[in-house]
Structures are given as structure tokens and as C-alpha cells.
């Protein structure tokens, strides 16, 4: 045996031992989380998710981190081995935008990892409706954009849900063309979501200006159509591709190479603060000269950090608007109280949507 083969075999044995170390240790973990189950089966009060504690383990585990594993890998391994464990405590059923294939699936798993049971639904509100019958615990649906900005059908739920937001990601899109050929020149149709056709405007433009653009529900939607047609193409994730059986003409077609979009993650249970936390909020004012001020002023004046707003019609009433509004911290925080105090004496409308810890960054 050469020097080289010997070495190699004495790590090899080292990697051995640690796998075996890494196994013990993995279910060790099994059997705490379920006595932590033993304990909150005694409880009415304690839920077996937590996002609050999962992502400050997370948190901890990323400032912790020696290397030369990436911060990235580290949190998805992680997520993992919280999600095998919570399925331990409890079988989790996850309501998302389907079909399978779409990138709120992919956002869905990124969160809360392989070990749930999916259940792809046709629009944001049946998932929003397989929530709130409890027929799953929790869904995950798209809310915003980098490049093209908010789904406003995921604000317009809010009106009228009594669901919360228990959390959020953030999920770095990539586009890809998917064919069942190879022949860029052949393509006649693209079927993909009105949203991706607008992340890709500008490569479809140069690549394919005479191909007809057809918006359906999801990207997978638009792999599933372009599966069944020799001259179709579709835009959609990797995921979508080995699904329907499909091949990537081009990778990675979307106009902004940082494009990204955040999910949010819908349930019934209010989240306390991890210390680095968002509240989301829907604020109505009467149609008077001012309102908007009136509604802004207290978190200027408490110093507390609006990082989106967005209005949309209120429904009730002709002309009439709501707004919804994100800002940094938690409705528990001193400061945020305050805010939501002066508006309620001001006699604005308040909901809070939800408090919830802020995206680990993708």
C-alpha cells in the first residue's frame, strides 16, 4: 500500500468514527425532543412549532460557526435535523401555493425541511382556507418581490383572515427555460406566472421576441403545459424541470441577478420576541387631509424603522384605503407598544398582522 492510500484510509476511519458520533449524538436529540413532546402533550398552552426558538438556534449556530462549512449550509443541515425532530413531537401538514414544483414549495421546505407533509393548493386562498379549517397547521404563500414588488392578493386575505404571520423567508430566485427539445429557434409559446414573465422580460425580449408569452397560475403550471407541447417552453425553478420530466435550455434568465422573494408563513399562534423581529400591520384612517401623516407620525417619533408600506383599496367603501404597513421590532418592544398606543388613541384603525422573527438571510 503507497503512503498516499495509507493516509487515506486513516481519515477515511477518522470520518467513520465522527459519522458514528454524529449518529449517537443526532439521536440523542431525537429522545430530548420527545420528552420536550412528553411535556407539551401535558400542556395546552406550549406548541410543538416554535419559530421563536428555532431561528435563535439558528442564529446561534451561524455566529458560532468556525467553517470551512458555509453559514448557508450550516442552516439548511440544521433545519433538517429540527425538522426530523419536530416530526417526532408532531406530524406537521403544511397547506403552500402549488402545484409541486413552484418556488413557495421550495420556500416551504427551506423553512421548515423535508420531514412535513405538503399540501400543494391551487390559490393563496385555499391556502389561506386549509389553514383556518385546521385541516393543516400552517401554509406558506408569496407576498413580495425584489424586482416587481408586491402580490397583492396575499395583502387582500389579511382583510379578512384572522390568521397571523408566524414567520418569514427569503428565497433567491433563479429562472431557468425548460423545454422537451433543444432547439431555442423552435419555441413558440412560454407559459410561466404573470410575475416570472416580468423577471424575465427583458432575456425573453433579446432571446425569444416572437415566441407568445402565456401567464397561468405558477411556474410549475407552466412546466406541466410545456411538458405536453414539442414547441412550448416554460419558466420555472429546478425543481420543476425534474418533475415534468423537463430540460434546461438556459440557466438562470432572470433580468436581476440578486432577484428574491419573500414568503410568508401563516397559522394561528402568535410568536414572542428573539430580539430581532418584524411586525407587519393593516392601518385604515378616515379619508380626511392628513391621515397618512397622522398614521406615520408615531413610529418617526419613536424612532422605529418602517421597512415597507403598501395601500390598497378598503372595500368598505368608495375611495377608501388600508395600508399595510412592516416595521423593524415586535409588538411586545417598549417602543413599538407605544407607537400602537398613540394610534389607538388617535382612533385609527389597528390589526396587528403579526410579530415574527426576520428572515435568516438566503
Not at 406558506?140 to 425584489?146: A, G, K, R
Not at 405536453?228 to 432572470?254: F, H
Not at 378598503?314 to 407605544?338: C, L, M, N, T
Request: proline fraction near 5%; charge should be negative; charged fraction near 25%.
Amino acid at each position: 500500500m503507497s503512503a498516499a492510500s495509507a493516509r487515506l484510509n486513516a481519515i477515511r476511519s477518522q470520518i467513520d468514527e465522527l459519522d458514528r458520533e454524529l449518529l449517537a449524538g443526532l439521536n440523542r436529540r431525537a429522545r430530548l425532543a420527545q420528552t420536550i413532546a412528553d411535556i407539551k402533550d401535558d400542556s395546552d398552552s406550549l406548541g410543538y412549532y416554535c419559530p421563536d426558538r428555532e431561528v435563535q438556534v439558528l442564529r446561534k449556530l451561524i455566529a458560532a460557526n468556525p467553517g470551512p462549512l458555509p453559514d448557508g449550509d450550516v442552516e439548511r443541515l440544521f433545519r433538517e435535523i429540527m425538522s426530523a425532530c419536530r416530526a417526532l413531537q408532531q406530524p406537521m401538514r403544511l397547506a403552500f401555493l402549488g402545484p409541486q414544483g413552484t418556488f413557495t414549495e421550495a420556500a416551504a421546505l427551506r423553512h421548515f425541511g423535508h420531514t412535513v407533509e405538503n399540501v400543494p393548493l391551487e390559490s393563496i386562498d385555499a391556502v389561506f382556507r386549509e389553514v383556518e379549517s385546521g385541516a393543516c397547521q400552517y401554509g406558506v404563500v408569496p407576498v413580495e418581490n425584489s424586482t416587481e414588488g408586491v402580490v397583492t392578493h396575499t395583502l387582500d386575505m389579511f382583510m379578512r383572515s384572522r390568521l397571523a404571520i408566524c414567520g418569514e423567508v427569503e428565497l433567491r430566485i433563479h429562472h431557468h427555460l425548460l423545454t422537451k427539445g433543444g432547439d431555442l429557434a423552435a419555441i413558440a409559446r412560454v407559459y410561466t406566472h404573470q410575475q416570472s414573465l416580468a423577471q424575465c422580460r427583458k432575456w425573453l425580449d433579446r432571446n425569444l421576441p416572437a415566441a407568445r408569452r402565456i401567464a397561468v397560475s405558477s411556474n410549475a403550471e407552466g412546466a406541466r403545459c410545456a411538458a405536453q407541447e414539442d414547441d412550448a417552453a416554460a419558466v420555472a425553478g429546478e425543481a420543476a424541470a425534474a418533475i415534468y420530466g423537463l430540460a434546461i435550455l438556459a440557466a438562470n434568465i432572470e433580468d436581476e441577478p440578486d432577484n428574491t422573494t419573500r414568503f410568508l408563513v401563516i397559522g394561528e399562534q402568535s410568536v414572542p420576541p428573539t430580539g430581532n423581529d418584524k411586525t407587519s400591520l393593516l392601518l385604515s384612517a378616515r379619508n380626511r387631509s392628513g391621515a397618512l401623516y397622522g398614521l406615520l407620525a408615531p413610529f418617526a417619533r419613536l424612532g422605529i424603522n418602517l421597512t415597507r408600506i403598501e395601500s390598497r383599496p378598503a372595500r368598505s367603501a368608495r375611495w377608501e384605503y388600508v395600508f399595510f404597513v412592516d416595521i423593524e421590532g415586535h409588538a411586545q418592544d417598549p417602543q413599538v407598544a407605544k407607537a400602537l398606543e398613540a394610534l389607538d388613541q388617535e382612533g385609527f384603525l389597528i390589526k396587528v398582522i403579526g410579530s415574527y422573527p426576520r428572515a435568516v438571510a438566503p
